[in-house]
């Protein structure tokens, strides 16, 4: 690998101040510092400092999110597939035609949201971040597989900008550029988000509308005299298929077991926050219990348990809620932050007949709300402070 | 603030009482009307399997144990002699230089060197007679090095001397006034600010630390056994210093040496790296409320105090630790040094090949110096690593057997047997955002919020940083937070910077 590292360094003076192409200086580190680890030593502070770095912690989510993405990717072959009646579509087909489905829609993601974080740092002449990594991973896994590329090239702008780098770019945002990105969708070109949108489709073909609906669109608009304990009992939706994913919705977010495999990435890692987590699913559960005894909606009565797995909760959990820029920064705060989460989420579910699923919401919420939460820690522990001394 | 004074306290600091069934209960603080106790608490279980004959008062949870190679051993030999040996101004730090002497003057060991402008009792004296050979000046003409050639014939100039019985009935003044008069007075430091010793103020209390957990202290057992009686001294007169107690704080391996020492009171800490920071022991023996000043001594330094008041003069040596993986093994221990010596008789032969970095103090707080300077005169530890700029091929997901790390990231962070890490300089990255948040509080077991903290430094925010608690800290006490930032920020750095800000400010 001595060869690259020897070609760079030959190349680098074009690159740095002065040379020919010093404006898109950012490119050549962000490349360099991709093949290699970084030169720089130690000037000032403690003088051995430990091997990890931000680039490490992004790539452990993207390893985290792989799980999800592999599962997603079959997930829409296999529902196209099954909606197109391809009948003799196996393992292999289902991915094929998944990755067709999903793989443009990731090389959208990284290309134009790319675009504008180089921009911003050749402009404002700092490193690239490594934000993007992360961002623009997570931000496809939300989309549903028939989304146009144009809307997810918007989206995905809209986010990193708005979102982030008129902050100041990664680790100066308030919301999740991700989440972001997806609300922005979602408000804006509404008919690509709700609806008959979450089996890909050929367009020439109709698609069964029965099979095209979440889980939670089901329950949402059961006809009269339907009750959700019928709808469970005959089968339209199944707490063991959630749990699996094998269903129409976003492209990363329908399997419950591939979020807890890279939950467990995280967690033994060390990248996310388990209190977050823990937080999020001990609010939505209580949250639900109430709900259930209390609610009069026919959402409250989904059994508590089908609420994690259903929909996008497992995902925001993990990957969405834990996200450290915009989450809480406190322990306590985290705690709170975590529990009002799951609330939200159950409060859109259940009360708000208008979205079956509100996770997006629920999650943006709270990260605006997540200085707030700190501000109260933090103030109680100056008082607490105060009066020690 | 509560009410202060030994007649209203119940119970004293490390006074302990045991309750049948729930163990023995130990009083971290001084515990006074109207305030809440903090009790550590020892179950019996515990006790039955602790083989120590003493139990220890304060256990420190939070913090980490670099395991770094090349840790001194614990003897001691003589250093080859240094031919010349130099005062280094710059690391008295505030002081407004006054060059008494130029290239060319014959000084006598005591012989003033130079004095501060804004307290001119205060002197730097020349630690060996002879010849200023040189007076290395550096940026903005700052005096970094005067170079003496000693000169073996040289007759010292004599302070007055004590006999040790004495030293602790001494009057206040008369022990301020030899302190500052032979520059002494740099070795005991004062909080706020983590700056030199004010005189005009009476501290709360006096902190002796004789437990450096950073790695490769010198170890104060080793030092102060090869002078106890230097070292009953130097605690002895710091005593009518302050208003309050001289509190003695040791790790749980401390030798019987420390713990023979008379009237100071002793408390045992156990716990990883920074447990061994005195803001840790003030935090948990004697809480600082803003407008407290506490000052706080090296053991190993203490030894140097009282020779000075035993004898009229510095001692000629001082034993220091030389550790670090760049030190051939073997050559990693303690040495008796010449104060200020050169370093390049001490290091010849003892260093292992490549690039190195001489680090004067221990590896996280220390500084940088070159190779062919001297000692510095307030540092007991000499710490060598490798310059490491090496770059990694795609270092960001290798598995990473051989990068050590505090995180769960690594490869080698999960394997089952412990190994000493050889770590060089490299920052394994570069500065980036604050990303992870929460991330120092593993590292910090002074109830401060690090994150908030430096947030207010950096944002100029001096009322917020105090009531954050800076003027506790000293900047070593963020050296782990340096370590483990995965965003390569400079937090000692920055509260170094938010110190002197609120210095220059007043509070």
């Known amino acids: ?389 | 603030m509560g009410t202060t004074g030994e007649d209203r306290s119940l119970l004293l600091p490390g006074e302990s009482k045991k309750i049948p069934f729930l163990g023995e209960f130990s009083l971290q603080c001084r515990l006074r009307y109207g305030q809440i106790p903090r009790l550590a608490v020892l179950p019996e279980w515990a006790e039955k399997t602790d083989k120590r004959d003493w139990h220890v008062d304060f256990v420190v949870k939070k913090g980490f144990d670099i395991a770094l190679a090349g840790k001194p051993s614990t003897s001691i030999v003589d250093a080859p002699v240094s031919e010349t040996v130099a005062v280094c101004p710059l690391e008295f730090d505030g002081m407004k230089q006054r060059l008494k002497v130029s290239e060319g003057d014959i000084v006598r060991k005591g012989s003033e060197l130079m004095e501060d402008k804004v307290h001119p009792a205060f002197k730097l004296r020349a630690p060996a007679g002879g010849k200023v050979v040189e007076v290395v000046r550096g940026d903005r003409r700052f005096v970094e090095q005067i170079v003496i050639a000693v000169d073996p014939a040289s007759e010292p100039e004599v302070f007055q001397a004590f006999p040790a019985e004495s030293i602790a009935s001494l009057n206040r003044q008369v022990i301020l006034d030899q302190l500052v008069a032979t520059g002494a007075l740099s070795l005991i430091r004062q909080r706020p600010f983590s700056g030199m010793a004010d005189v005009a103020v009476t501290p709360k209390s006096i902190f002796v630390n004789a437990m450096n957990t950073g790695p490769f202290q010198a170890d104060a057992e080793t030092v102060v056994h090869d002078d106890p009686v230097g070292f009953q001294a130097g605690l002895d007169l710091l005593i009518p210093l302050t208003e309050g107690a001289v509190h003695l704080c040791m790790g749980e391996n401390a030798g019987e040496t420390l713990k023979a020492a008379q009237r100071v009171t002793l408390h045992h800490f156990r716990g990883p790296h920074p447990a061994g920071n005195s803001s840790v022991h003030i935090a948990r023996v004697d809480p600082m409320a803003p407008t407290d000043v506490v000052w706080t001594v090296k053991a190993v330094d203490v030894v140097v105090l009282g020779r000075l008041f035993l004898d009229g003069a510095f001692p000629e040596s001082r034993i220091i630790s030389l550790g670090g993986s760049n030190v051939k093994p073997g050559a990693n221990q303690h040495y008796r040094v010449r104060m200020g010596g050169d370093l390049k008789p001490l290091l010849e032969g003892a260093l292992c090949d490549g690039e190195h970095r001489v680090v004067s103090g221990d590896v996280l707080s220390g500084a940088a110096i070159p190779l062919d300077s001297h000692l510095r005169l307030r540092q007991s530890a000499l710490t060598v690593v490798a310059a490491d700029c090496e770059r990694h091929f795609m270092g960001w997901t290798m598995p990473g057997l051989l990068q050590m790390s505090f995180s769960r990231l690594f490869v080698s962070s999960w394997l089952p047997w412990k190994r000493d890490w050889k770590l060089g300089t490299n920052l394994h990255g570069e500065e980036r955002a604050l990303v992870l948040t929460g991330h120092y509080d593993k590292v910090m077991p002074l109830d401060i919020m690090v994150d908030f903290l430096i947030r207010a430094v950096m944002a100029g925010d001096s009322d917020e940083a105090i009531s954050h608690g800076i003027l506790e800290t000293d900047p070593e006490d963020f050296a782990l937070c340096d370590f483990v930032c995965p965003s390569k920020v400079e937090v000692q750095a920055i509260i170094r910077q938010g110190l002197e800000q609120i210095a220059e400010e007043g509070i």
């Not at chain 1, 073909?205 to 339907?226: K, N």
């Not at chain 1, 989450?327 to 799951?342: C, E, H, S």
Request: charged share 10%; glycine share 10%; aromatic share 10%.
């Open chain 1, 1 to 389: 690998m001595k060869f690259i590292l020897n070609f760079h360094d030959k190349i680098r003076h074009l690159f740095e101040k002065g040379g020919t192409f010093e404006a898109v200086g950012p490119i050549f580190d962000a490349a360099d510092a991709f093949t290699f680890t970084p030169s720089e030593q130690a000037h000032q502070g403690a003088h051995v400092r430990d091997a990890i770095d931000i680039k490490r912690v992004m790539v452990t989510v993207i390893y985290a999110l792989l799980p999800c993405f592999l599962f997603g990717v079959w997930n829409a072959g296999n529902q196209y597939n099954t909606a197109h009646a391809i009948a003799d579509a196996g393992l292999v087909q289902d991915i094929i035609r998944g990755l067709i489905i999903v793989m443009p829609l990731i090389m959208v993601s990284y290309a134009v949201g790319g675009f504008w974080e180089v921009l911003f740092s050749c402009i404002r002449k700092h490193p690239i971040n490594e934000g993007l990594l992360v961002s623009g991973f997570l931000f496809p896994m939300i989309l549903p597989p028939t989304i146009p590329l144009w809307q997810a090239a918007v989206g995905i702008s809209f986010g990193i900008v708005i979102g982030k780098e008129i902050f100041g770019g990664t680790g100066m945002n308030v919301v999740n550029p991700a989440l972001l990105s997806r609300a922005f969708i979602f408000f804006a070109y509404a008919k690509s988000m709700t609806g008959n949108v979450w089996v890909a489709s050929a367009g020439d073909v109709a698609v069964d509308a029965v099979t095209g609906a979440t889980p939670l669109g089901v329950l949402s608009a059961l006809p009269e005299g339907v009750t959700v304990a019928d709808a469970i009992a005959n089968g339209q939706v199944s707490f063991t298929q959630m749990l699996i994913g094998n269903l129409p919705g976003s492209i990363g977010e329908t399997s419950a077991i591939a979020c807890l495999l890279g939950a467990a990435v995280l967690l033994a890692t060390g990248v996310a926050s388990w209190r977050i987590m823990v937080a999020c699913v001990v609010g939505l559960l209580s949250t639900a219990a109430l709900a259930k005894g209390f609610g009069s909606s026919p959402m409250s009565q989904i059994p508590i348990h089908y609420h994690l797995v259903a929909g996008g909760f497992a995902f925001g959990a993990v990957f969405m809620a834990t996200d450290p820029v915009s989450a809480a920064a406190t322990t306590a705060g985290k705690w709170i932050y975590g529990f009002l989460i799951g609330m939200l989420v159950i409060v859109v579910r259940v009360l708000n007949v208008g979205f079956p699923e509100g996770v997006m919401l629920s999650i943006l919420f709270m990260n605006l709300m997540a200085p707030l939460i700190d501000s109260f820690v933090v103030d109680h522990h100056l008082r607490r402070r105060r009066k020690r001394a």
